[in-house]
């Protein structure tokens, strides 16, 4: 029997999660974590077998914490269940140590069927997903392509940026100085080939929302 915790800051999902899981027998939840202190703990004290992480919560920051989890505690299988789309968070995820993505929007099935994969030993990405997306439009898959080009880092910036955070305010959040989050800033305008930060903010929302 897999032994999992389940990771994230809202509690409906955290218990949509346990419904998911409770019937199959493979599974037990031997803990749950609405923060990134709890969850280091939760790591810890229980060492589980599989974890199952929103990579967007209080206190976790991102993909790095992906890495932090995976160095700390290479046992543990981590299967990523984001609001964020997989076409942008997918590959960057698997390459920093998770064994699978799952966005929210996905159904019960593919979600299972991606537990089960992990539970196994195997990595799960829903190619589906990332095939209708890229299939849209022509425009659309260009601007993919050049966003799975940005760094964990890059990201980073951009999401703080979209949710209309200064340059001040990145700083603090991600310790680093003024100076470099200009320069953040520049990369990203020239990788996303955008002319200012009005179309740079717009892109980050159509790919995260749309």
């Known amino acids: 029997m897999k032994r999992i915790v389940i990771a994230d800051h809202h509690p409906v999902t955290r218990k949509g999660i346990a419904c998911m899981i409770k019937k199959n027998e493979n599974y037990t939840i031997v803990g749950k974590a609405n ?68 966005p929210k929007t996905a159904s019960t099935k593919v979600f ?41 880092r890059e990201i980073e910036v951009l999401n703080l940026l979209s949710s209309g955070k200064r340059n ?12 470099t989050v200009s320069t953040y800033k520049t990369r990203l305008l020239k990788k996303l080939k955008v002319d200012n930060l009005a179309d740079l903010i717009h892109q980050s929302r159509m790919f995260q929302f749309g």
């Open 35 to 102: 923060n990134g202190d709890e969850l280091f703990k939760n790591l810890k004290e229980l060492q589980p077998d599989i974890l199952i992480m929103e990579i967007d919560m209080p206190q976790i920051n991102g993909i790095n914490a992906l890495r932090n989890i995976k160095t700390e505690f290479p046992e543990t299988r981590v299967l990523i269940y984001s609001t964020h789309p997989e076409e942008i968070y997918a590959l960057r995820s698997i390459k920093s140590g998770a064994a699978g993505y799952v």
């Open 168 to 179: 001040k305010d990145i700083a603090n959040a991600l310790n680093i100085n003024e100076k």
């Open 112 to 152: 299972l069927k991606a537990l089960k994969q992990i539970a196994k030993g195997g990595i799960f990405l829903n190619e589906e997903l990332t095939s209708t997306f890229t299939s849209r439009n022509v425009g659309e898959a260009s601007a993919i392509s050049r966003y799975k080009k940005l760094s964990s």
